[in-house]
T-cell receptor, first 112, second 113 residues
């Protein structure tokens, strides 16, 4: 069974600092990895999708990398803003499955 | 276009009652998923539909939980004899294909008193 871990569970940074969010997983036979944002009391907003054959994806200030051999993905958010405050979740779809296995998330607070 | 919608957004019910939660996926998405998220946790898989059929219901916790998708579009998650432990946010997601980008709805927050 795929186990997904996100460390740290919470992170507080001053505005303008770059954010680095980590996601580790136990089974490298993945189909894709998706990063989501969740605001309090809200659903999930997809940020980036990385296919198994890709090493990274970029969208604006966001960049996500994938290293299957080490079982890690990292989400970088450049020049953080208070509006980036949210919980960020990574989710993996295994090669032989269609379900997403989620980490518990990292709650980010960007202080103005 | 419209995203995934879920109704109601909040549902409070008494222990032992029956509830139905509705999900309207993005038009044209054949794959539909239900997840459950407890406080401070990531979502956990409940059931997956491909078209009208439940391709995988292995995540349903017990036989009090049932879901349907009769016409391959709207889905309803049904919970009988609700228990306090069923309190959670129930999320629905859809995708064009099972390997594609998954779009989540805003969720239904279920509280069983």
């Amino acid at each position: 069974k795929q186990e997904v871990t996100q460390i740290p569970a919470a992170l507080s940074v001053p505005e303008g600092e770059n954010l680095v969010l980590n996601c580790s997983f136990t089974d490298s036979a993945i189909y894709n990895l998706q990063w989501f944002r969740q605001d309090p009391g809200k659903g999930l907003t997809s940020l980036l999708l990385i296919q198994s054959s890709q090493r990274e994806q970029t969208s604006g200030r966001l960049n996500a990398s994938l290293d299957k051999s080490s079982g890690r993905s990292t989400l970088y958010i450049a020049a953080s803003q208070p509006g980036d405050s949210a919980t960020y979740l990574c989710a993996l779809q295994s090669s032989n499955d269609y379900k997403l296995s989620f980490g518990a998330g990292t709650t980010v607070t960007v202080r103005a | 276009g419209a995203g995934v919608s879920q109704t109601p957004s909040n549902k409070v019910t008494e222990k032992g009652k029956y509830v139905e939660l509705r999900c309207d996926p993005i038009s044209g998405h054949t794959a539909l998923y239900w997840y459950r998220q407890s406080l401070g946790q990531g979502p956990e898989f409940l059931i997956y539909f491909q078209g009208t059929g439940a391709a995988d219901d292995s995540g349903l916790p017990n036989d009090r939980f049932f879901a349907v998708r009769p016409e391959g579009s709207v889905s309803t998650l049904k919970i009988q004899r609700t228990e306090r432990g069923d309190s959670a946010v129930y999320l629905c997601a859809s995708s064009f294909s099972q390997g594609g980008l998954k779009y989540f709805g805003p969720g239904t927050r279920l509280t069983v008193t």
